[in-house]
């Protein structure tokens, strides 16, 4: 039986994450989180200029959009896909609506009603001060994950398409000039924009034309460990040089680019209008593919829910929210834009062949999968729909996956610095930032290079990262969840999914323990167990709390609540 | 036309500048304690090659003197003679 058409799935795709929007994210924001502009947000409450500043909602979507969108909603999907496209299908739009959508809008909602606190601090008030230490173990175990995932994946990029290594660090360059040309010669941002991204654009073809990569064997190591070593090393560099100099500039053209690949992929699909070659449902897996429930809700974890979405809405977006209303296209939209990029994928990675026996070789084994074959099936599309040559749409699409997973890889890393030298004072501990950097940076290489000098330790991972992501979900979760119990609100569009994750999460560890074991992979069994306790515990922790709040008066809600100070003044103007 | 262009490049700019704010106040502000030690080192007792050009800015610095000190955790100012609170 043919498959459908690429196009259609894409218009139904689409169709219900907007319906999501509209409806229920409204729904979600009436009569579940009961948005009020009138309340004074932390924005406005403690407006300093720096860390709470009101913003324009779309300035602030399109952060929050590129913040939390990495390379995680390209690497999951195209590794699902091998359980056929229709399980991954439903997970990333269902899971958009009834999971990240109100992940984000409802972890964003829970920060601005708390002066913009982060969810480690509200996991401390409202689950018990044991939460915020679950909060730390989990955040450390998390980043050191992507830090490992990502550099193998990168490496592996890098090895499969020399064609991408001269736009990847030249970009790089571009960064540098961008920072340079704003900061040191003060001049006008559209018109660096536009250069920038042009001379992004030009390395591509430059790089198609010129591949580069190491010999076979250099010093008796392979190239995937020399772009390790090297990732690394530029990991640890971007993240000690001050910000404006690389990060930066870095992080903005990315996320320019982030658009302009979007539109890329989407606008391939609609010209070529490719049939889906993929099954349905993949009955022929290979031998070594894992089960499909629960491994498929942890290998998508960015594209459907994702914890780490929860840290960036509390971290940094509900400190710059000018309306509370502006929390449901800023968090429900923004979790929509990265749900787009996991459905492209999707398609991509199904519909970009031309047979099945095609497929089923790209998918000849579960770790077959990947990032490669979205680089190599995209070339294809975008050939197909745009008429590139398809060297040099793989090349594009190559360059894209290689600059997210790196961005990615140096923002955990600057943020894993921070975790070391917050865990060193709890511990009365001051450990300065080249001492913490290199803490971070030593534990993500031995765990690179714990299966083998090919660093395929990174990927062996990718699970347990799927895991760990959905477990901060499920205690983010678990926290509005609570916030809701307590004001007496209709808390099962919560609650609901929330059990759902930590049910899956559990279920996965507890498979994925077994694998480990039989696998004599001591390392990520230890890794398991830690993070098996901490779902454990997270979970007799929120259920503890939930018990509680019905013993517990209900909080009062605005009418009764708001003070004359904590309600924005009539006729302030919106950003 | 020229409204809509000047929006357009403050939103440019403010999706440039925003998730850097806190890091840029930040090292603004450890740069300006590096001053500050500096301009009242002779003050503090260490001495100062440059106090003939850092004494002159003294009087300049009176203004912020007071927020470094509470920032540095020193209740009143720690210089005799030179009071702010």
């Avoid at chain 1, 403690?46 to 929050?64: E, I, K, S």
């Avoid at chain 1, 062949?353 to 294809?380: H, I, L, Q």
């Avoid at chain 1, 098996?532 to 259920?543: G, K, M, P, R, T």
């Avoid at chain 2, 440019?12 to 590096?34: N, Q, S, V, W």
Wanted: charged share 15%; glycine share 8%.
């Amino acid at each position: 039986m043919e498959g459908p058409n690429a196009l259609l799935l894409a218009v139904i795709g689409v169709g219900i994450m907007l319906a999501g929007y509209f409806l229920y994210s409204k729904y979600l924001s009436k009569r579940v989180f009961k948005l009020n502009d009138a309340y004074k947000t932390p924005a406005h409450q403690f407006n300093d200029g720096t860390d709470y500043v009101p913003t324009n909602r779309f300035v602030l979507w399109g952060h929050h959009f590129t913040s939390v969108a990495g390379a995680a909603p390209i690497v999951g999907p195209a590794i699902a896909v091998i359980w056929g496209w229709l399980p991954a299908f439903l997970w990333v739009v269902f899971g958009t609506v009834f999971f990240a959508g109100m992940h984000d809008l409802g972890s964003l909602w829970a920060s601005a009603r708390n002066k913009g606190q982060s969810l480690g601090t509200l996991s401390g008030r409202y689950i018990g001060p044991r939460g915020r230490n679950l909060f730390l173990v989990v955040i450390f175990f998390l980043l050191m994950m992507v830090i490992a995932a990502f550099a193998t994946v990168t490496s592996g990029l890098l090895v499969d398409s020399p064609t991408a290594v001269i736009p990847t660090w030249g970009a790089l360059i571009v960064a540098l000039f961008v920072g340079q040309a704003i900061y040191r010669w003060n001049w006008n941002l559209p018109i660096v924009t536009v250069v920038g991204v042009i001379a992004l654009f030009i390395l591509i073809p430059l790089g198609d034309r010129f591949p580069l990569s190491f010999p076979d064997e250099l010093l008796g190591l392979p190239p995937a460990t020399w772009w390790i070593i090297i990732l690394f090393a530029y990991g640890a560099i971007a993240s000690l040089l001050p910000v404006w100099v690389l990060m930066q500039p870095r992080d903005y053209i990315n996320g320019l680019q982030l658009f302009i690949a979007l539109a890329l992929l989407y606008v391939s699909v609609a010209i070529a209008t490719p049939t889906v070659v993929a099954p349905a449902i993949n009955n022929n897996v290979p031998a070594d593919t894992p089960s499909l429930m629960p491994l498929l809700f942890v290998t998508i974890a960015c594209g459907a829910i994702s914890g780490f979405h929860g840290t960036v809405s509390s971290g940094t977006t509900s400190k710059q929210i000018d309306r509370e209303g502006d929390a449901r296209f800023v968090g429900y939209f923004g979790a929509v834009g990265e749900g787009l990029l996991a459905l492209g994928t999707i398609l991509v990675t199904t519909a970009a062949f031309r047979t099945v026996t095609e497929w089923e070789e790209m998918y000849d084994s579960f770790s077959s999968g990947g990032v490669e074959v979205f680089v190599e099936a995209g070339g294809t599309m975008v050939n197909q729909g745009l008429g590139l040559p398809a060297g040099l749409s793989s090349t594009i699409l190559a360059t894209m996956a290689v600059l997210f997973a790196a961005t990615t890889m140096d923002t955990a890393v600057r943020l894993q610095r921070y975790i070391v030298q917050e865990i060193g004072q709890t511990f009365n501990v001051k450990i300065d930032m080249y001492t913490a950097t290199a803490i971070a940076v030593g534990i993500c290489i031995a765990l690179t290079f714990s299966a083998g000098a090919d660093g395929s330790g990174g990927v062996l991972i990718w699970p347990l990262f799927g895991t760990t992501n959905q477990l901060l979900a499920a205690l983010t979760l678990s926290i509005v969840a609570v916030m809701l119990m307590r004001r007496r609100r209709p808390f099962l569009p919560v609650l609901i999914p929330a059990v759902f994750v930590i049910f899956v999460s559990i279920y996965a560890l507890i498979v994925q323990l077994g694998q480990f074991y039989n696998d004599g992979n001591w390392l990520l069994l230890v890794l398991d167990i830690i993070v098996l306790i901490a779902a454990v515990w997270v979970l007799i922790e929120a259920a503890l709390a939930m018990v509680r709040t019905r013993h517990q008066e209900p909080d009062p809600e605005d009418e009764e609540a708001l003070t004359e100070e904590e309600l924005l003044p009539a006729g302030t103007p919106r950003k | 036309m020229s409204s809509w262009w000047h929006r357009f490049s403050a939103g440019l700019r403010e999706f440039y500048i925003a998730p850097y704010r806190r890091t840029f106040a930040r090292a603004k502000r450890d740069e300006e304690d590096l001053f500050m030690m500096l301009v009242l080192s002779e003050a503090l007792g260490v001495p100062n090659p440059a106090s003939g050009v850092t004494l002159e800015l003294l009087p300049e610095m009176l203004d912020r003197m007071h927020e470094w000190h509470t920032r540095q955790g020193l209740d009143h100012s720690p210089i005799e003679g030179f009071k702010c609170c």
